[in-house]
């Protein structure tokens, strides 16, 4: 069991939820008395929030969440679960526990995050996992932007691409990012091996344990390697799909 916060109204200025990264597994009456940041004040949450127990594994936030920021900023530990788009800076530091956005997330999502799991059922803006250093981000839609710029861990897939490549993975040094059939692949990488990758199996099934939803063809498919960024250490790398296979 779990607990739900519901918006009671319409926010007016952006929302912080970064203290609630470490309330994930708390009760409704601790949760509705954090005081969170709106805009230039203090409120409590029960203040902004409905409070009631879910079903749902952690915390689950619900209601029209685009102008709060943070959410699960620093999250350690537990699932926080976003049940619509949320703006700026969601998982930014993440430690470690799970992350889902059912929606788009807005600028500088995941940025410096160390590890966890976060999935995003919408588009993500520009920023997306800048300065990753280890675990999984899936986004189901389009990334925008600049994205895993000076990524040096961890693993990213962008299950239908980014609409500016050149922009994506500058500045690489480690870690692997995983890009939909047709993609465009920066000119920082040169193409290594087509091949049926076995641990990219493995780690789209733990996906799919997780809740996610892979694109037909994706699980048993061919992927082109490549090696890059030239201008970093070149020991980070982009799979782009090349034949799909159920």
Known sequence: MGVILMLKNPLETLLDLAPLSELVN???????????????????????????PSSEEGLTLNGNLHLCINAGAGLREGKMTIASS?????????LGGELIVHGSVGKNACREMHNGFVRIDGDAGEGLARGMRRGMIVVSGRAHGETCAALRGGTVLLLSGTDEPEQLARGLSRGTVI??????VPSGFSRAASLDYSFLRLLFLELEQRGGKLPQGWLGGVFTRYRGDAVGLGKGEIFVLSEERA
């Open 86 to 94: 949320v703006g700026a800076s969601a998982g930014e530091g993440m």
């Open 179 to 184: 890009l939909p059939k047709g993609a465009g």
């Open 26 to 52: 708390a009760d409704s009456e601790e949760l509705a008395n954090a005081k969170l940041a709106y805009g230039r004040e203090f409120v409590f949450a029960v203040e902004l929030f409905t409070a009631a």
